[in-house]
Each structure stands twice: as C-alpha cells, then as structure tokens.
C-alpha cells in the first residue's frame, strides 16, 4: 500500500470502527473473518497498525462491506 499520511491513518481507525459498530459486529467475529487475532484487530483499528498487509486489508474490507480505497484510500 501507498504511505498514508496521519491523518489517512486516523480516518481509516475512525471508519473501520465505526463500520464495525453500524453493522452490529464483534471485533473477535470481524477478526475471525479476516484471520486475525482480535489483538491484531484491535492494533489495526487503534493505529498502532498503520497499514496492514494488502491480503488483511482486502479482507478486512469485504467484511465491512466496503473497499480498501474506502477504507485506506486518499479522500480528497
């Protein structure tokens, strides 16, 4: 993935947060989906991750309904 500015970073905790809360999701389930730990999760969604790896990501966003643009992308 491209480097992410802080702020791309932030908006992307903010949204996959709040995806996960809009859909009624446990972060274990979403975990579970992608095939990660919650820990990793957790890491990804607080920042502590900045850009997981393309193959979590993809999976990550099919999960939330969503694309990886959308999640991780420029939002000029």
Do not use: C
């Amino acid at each position: 993935m491209v480097q992410n500015t802080l702020t791309e970073v932030i908006a992307a905790m903010n949204k996959i947060a709040r995806l996960i809360e809009q859909k009624g999701l446990k972060k274990t389930f979403v975990a579970q989906q992608v095939g990660i730990s919650k820990g990793s999760l957790s890491n990804i969604v607080s920042g502590k991750t900045k850009e997981p790896s393309l193959h979590v990501a993809i999976k990550l966003a099919k999960v939330l309904g969503t694309t990886v643009e959308d999640l991780w992308g420029n939002n000029d």
